[in-house]
């Protein structure tokens, strides 16, 4: 190793899912949605001359949008290239003590990767055998906590009384909440944030609102914790978020109907795939998210992640030991799920004859 490189900030990083190159895939391996976004996103007209100016550092026309969305105050609102660049910063801003931070052994593989890049300590709480988060875990000392809910990959949610639980017995740290999948059957925490002054509700218009390629996250929370927050961007970039970004994000928030509508399109396509999939003897976690996670007894994981990739249907898989033996796929349209429907049908035929 060279003399410099011993000095450097080394980081093992994340490892997001595939995006193949090659054409006509079912691409159900980065739970993004299936539908367009609004077409009033797809519409709008905008100024591409005025890209010769700087954006709005404050993002005023979207905050404005998520504020009054969300009937807070737009100094409750912070926003974000993605909820990755919002929880990074969070991170940051409230993840500064001694003391371990708290999150899931089984759940979003972003957040270890922070907490050991930002030298951050932390502890994986295990889940229980059904995979659910054990809430007395996080009822300690702690410097921090974070999970998702519903949780990733397992998609299993919980209810308001739980966040509320762990957020009353720890008013001596940062609590935040990953909603990226909310909208698709989980239930928000946002009502707790007026009563705790140290709860962050983390959203993303990546999943629910079809907008995973603009890049628009954001939290929510007491307008103490967003001016910490805002500090630490300003600190960085002052202009982190892009006129597309801001002018299209607030198209999406007008058009309530069609996000609604898209919503349950993937919850009714999620529910009639879980049936299917069991008939087919698999295991299936509840999900309140736009993916399954699912198990089959006889047939390997590994090996249905890669003879669907063969037949060019991508879905995601975790080599990490608990969960090596399921599989995350993302709900698509119907016909996608069909299409990957016989291809299981067929491969535990061929399986069965082995
Ligand atoms: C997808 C996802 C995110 C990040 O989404 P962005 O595209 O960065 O907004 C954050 N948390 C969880 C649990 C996710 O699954």
């Not at 875990?137 to 921090?144: M, S």
Request: one cysteine or more; hydrophobic letters at 40%; aromatic letters at 12%.
């Amino acid at each position: 190793m060279s003399e410099w490189e011993k000095n450097i900030r080394k980081t093992i990083p994340y490892v997001p899912g595939e995006q193949p190159k090659v054409k006509d895939v079912i691409k159900l391996n980065t739970n993004e949605n299936p539908y367009p976004p609004s077409p009033k996103v797809l519409a709008k007209n905008l100024d591409m001359k005025s890209l010769r100016l700087y954006p709005d550092p404050a993002a005023s026309l979207l905050v404005n949008a998520i504020a009054e969305y969300h009937c807070v105050k737009p100094g409750q609102v912070f926003v974000g290239v993605g909820s990755d660049d919002v929880i990074a910063m969070s991170f940051i801003t409230f993840f500064n003590s001694e003391k371990e931070i708290l999150f899931p052994d089984i759940t979003y593989s972003f957040y270890d990767v922070w907490a050991e890049m930002l030298k951050i300590p932390f502890k994986r709480m295990p889940v229980n055998s059904d995979f659910r988060i054990v809430k007395e875990d996080y009822i300690c000392d702690n410097g921090g906590i974070i999970f998702p809910n519903p949780n990733a990959p397992t998609g299993i949610s919980e209810g308001l009384d739980f966040i509320e639980e762990i957020v009353k017995n720890n008013t001596k740290s940062v609590v935040i909440i990953d909603e990226a999948y909310v909208d698709f059957g989980g239930e928000t925490a946002l009502p707790l944030i007026e009563k705790y002054d140290n709860l962050l509700v983390v959203r993303t218009f990546s999943k629910s609102r079809s907008m995973a390629g603009i890049r628009i996250g954001y939290a929510i929370g007491n307008e103490k914790l967003i001016k910490y927050l805002s500090d630490i961007k300003y600190s960085f970039n002052s202009y982190t978020m892009n006129m597309p970004s801001i002018i299209l994000g607030a198209e999406s928030l007008a058009d309530d109907e069609y996000f609604k509508e898209t919503v349950k399109k993937v919850v009714i396509t999620r529910e009639w795939f879980t049936d299917e999939v069991k008939k087919l003897g698999f295991t299936v976690l509840p999900s309140s998210a736009n993916f399954v996670f699912m198990s089959h007894e006889k047939a390997p994981a590994e090996d249905i992640f890669k003879a669907a990739r063969e037949k060019r249907i991508f879905v995601r898989h975790f080599s990490s030991d608990r969960i090596k033996n399921y599989l995350r796929v993302t709900i698509g349209t119907d016909d996608e799920m069909k299409v990957f429907l016989e291809f299981l049908k067929e491969y535990l035929n061929g399986y069965a004859l082995n």
